[in-house]
């Protein structure tokens, strides 16, 4: 966007359309009860390791006293990985003697929706993760990646970006305290111009 407005190329800055789920789909809670959503890629993972991941995990069970289900985004090369959470979920129990963490199997992408739609707060090194958790108006907090942090700082900006696991536990506590206006203005105004914009879009196609 901003290289095009250089080049004098008249443009408009739109939302990802993945916005407008919300307007489309409606979801199911997968399972009763508050439970907290974590997804982590694994390049971060490697690059954080199992003792500050695990802390962080260990702290948020404790402080928030709910299960955390470990949940995939995506499972292609360096994203995520399921027998990564395999060995996290083992990790927590055997060092921290803490069974209240879980993996999600599910594949089918409208499952993955109900996850994040109902979760107290969504924790994740993925794009489309805020974005979906934004559509359905769900706390957030974001990973330190860059084209994350581009994201929320241009449409997202009060809920935490750019953390790290030693942060997850403030960046939580930061993220639950944002009011409940900010949160559904925020869904409904992105939301709105996502599906204006697609609809725009296939107005000239046909």
Not at 36 to 53: A, E, H, N, P, R
Not at 86 to 113: A, F, G
Not at 181 to 195: P, V, W
Request: charged share 20%; glycine share 2%.
């Amino acid at each position: 966007y901003e290289y095009l407005s250089k080049q004098g190329i008249t443009t408009t800055l739109v939302p990802d359309s993945v916005h407008a789920l919300s307007f489309f789909y409606h979801p199911e809670k997968p399972v009763s009860g508050e439970y907290i959503l974590f997804q982590i890629s694994k390049y971060l993972f490697d690059i954080y390791g199992i003792d500050m991941v695990a802390k962080s995990l260990y702290e948020l069970v404790q402080k928030y006293n709910c299960p955390i289900y470990l949940f995939s985004a995506g499972t292609a090369n360096n994203h995520d990985s399921l027998e990564l959470y395999e060995y996290i979920k083992k990790y927590m129990h055997d060092t921290y003697l803490e069974d209240r963490t879980e993996v999600i199997y599910e594949k089918n992408p409208l499952r993955r929706v109900d996850w994040i739609a109902f979760a107290k707060i969504v924790i994740s090194s993925s794009l489309h993760g805020r974005i979906v958790a934004i559509s359905y108006k769900v706390p957030r907090i974001s990973f330190a990646i860059e084209k994350l942090n581009q994201y929320a700082k241009t449409w997202d900006p009060l809920f935490p970006y750019n953390i790290i696991p030693s942060t997850i536990v403030d960046g939580c506590e930061k993220a639950l305290l944002v009011e409940e206006a900010y949160i559904k203005s925020t869904a409904n105004n992105l939301a709105t111009l996502a599906r204006d914009n697609i609809e725009a879009t296939l107005s000239t196609l046909v």
